[in-house]
């Protein structure tokens, strides 16, 4: 049980450049998000997708792209990476159907990030 | 903007002690949920509640969710170390229960 799965786990990548993380999962949850954690902020939602090919921002979306052409996979890319986006990214994803227990997220292990 | 707050941001204690960890809104969710987060990994769910006055236990942890879910409260038993972590609340809209507002979070270190 693979559940999900983040790469890289660690980057240290310049300003300016971009740069993608991965996130790919096997379970076939239909939600699929990306949040940053940061001391003091906190999770803050950057993005998060219902479905392939659906999307919508967060809290955070600015400096960020991503894409969901297939169900499994939601990479983020930082298109011109900036030293404020220094942070830890869990993507996450969480099953389609919400009953009265309500709705459960699973994290991924986290990609640190480091720009310099 | 909704706020969830958590109280208190750090607590060090010794094994066998009890705690309590507070979650507080102005705003009502339709439910809230409790994660917890070791270092290096992603957070991990422990509980959700969805009713008004609602209790559940988990071994050593109770969990309950106010009256007027506005807030809630994890209170644990003879804490042992391995219950240290970063401890998160985080509250569901019935509007779209999707975008979770996040606590601060609570860091519990428990010392042997």
């Known amino acids: 049980d693979a559940g999900i799965t983040q790469s890289p786990r660690y980057k240290i990548t310049e300003t300016g450049r971009q740069v993608t993380l991965m996130c790919h999962q096997t379970?076939?949850?239909?939600?699929m998000f990306w949040y940053r954690q940061d001391l003091g902020h906190g999770l803050r939602l950057i993005y998060y997708?219902?479905?392939?090919?659906?999307?919508d921002k967060g809290e955070v979306p600015d400096g960020y792209v991503v894409s969901r052409s297939k169900t499994e996979n939601f990479p983020l890319t930082l298109e011109s990476a900036t030293r404020s986006q220094t942070s830890v990214y869990f993507c996450?994803?969480?099953?389609?159907?919400?009953?009265?227990?309500?709705?459960?997220?699973?994290f991924g292990e986290g990609s640190w990030l480091t720009v310099v | 903007t909704q706020l969830l707050e958590q109280s208190p941001q750090f607590l060090s204690i010794q094994e066998g002690e009890n705690l309590t960890v507070y979650c507080n809104s102005s705003?009502?969710?339709?439910?809230l949920q409790w994660y917890r987060q070791e270092p290096g990994e992603g957070p991990v769910l422990l509980v959700t509640?969805?009713?008004g006055g609602e209790v559940k236990k988990l071994k050593r942890l109770t969990f309950q969710f106010g009256d007027a879910r506005k807030d809630s409260s994890l209170h644990i038993t003879a804490a042992q170390p391995g219950d240290t972590g970063l401890y998160l609340c985080a509250g569901a809209n019935a509007g779209n229960n999707r975008k979770l507002i996040w606590g601060l979070g609570t860091s519990l270190a428990v010392n042997p």
């Open positions: 379970w076939s949850h239909s939600y």
């Open positions: 705003s009502v969710f339709s439910s």
């Open positions: 996450a994803s969480s099953p389609p159907r919400t009953g009265s227990s309500g709705n459960t997220i699973y």
């Open positions: 509640v969805v009713t």
């Open positions: 997708s219902a479905a392939a090919d659906i999307t």
